[in-house]
């Protein structure tokens, strides 16, 4: 009868580890992934993406016939989407996932911080 209780103390215990081990590997899986910016590559002025929204490396580069409502002011450093941190040559954007700007850098869907 010992051998009984003894197997089933051991079952519970398994069973408690096992399902405390599920629980957290579904925590884990839930929780945001972040990349850290100083490991993702810069962007190049001439990925698809940064030539859709006419991405430069530097905002005095803008063609502003092609895009008139452009300001040298305009930079990514201040731009809402960048999430550069202040002084830092590199940064993420929001619109461009995988990768850093230029925070001297500008695309034409810049939006002023407010």
């Known amino acids: 009868m010992s051998s009984q209780i003894e197997n089933s103390t051991s079952r ?3 069973l408690k580890v096992a399902a405390g081990t599920a629980t957290a590997a579904v925590v ?13 590559p810069h ?5 698809p993406a940064a030539q859709a929204l006419g991405y430069v490396d530097n905002t005095a580069l803008v ?14 450093a201040n731009c ?7 002084g830092a ?3 993420p954007c ?7 700007v230029n ?5 034409s869907a810049h939006k002023m911080k407010a």
């Open 12 to 14: 519970r215990q398994f």
């Open 28 to 40: 884990v899986g839930l929780l945001p992934r972040t990349a850290r910016a100083g490991g993702l």
């Open 43 to 47: 962007l190049s002025p001439g990925n």
């Open 63 to 76: 063609d502003n016939a092609k895009f008139p409502n452009h300001t040298k002011a305009q930079k990514c």
């Open 80 to 86: 809402a989407f960048c999430g550069a941190k202040p």
């Open 89 to 91: 040559a590199w940064g």
């Open 94 to 100: 929001q619109l461009f996932p995988g990768f850093q």
């Open 103 to 107: 925070t001297d850098g500008w695309c």
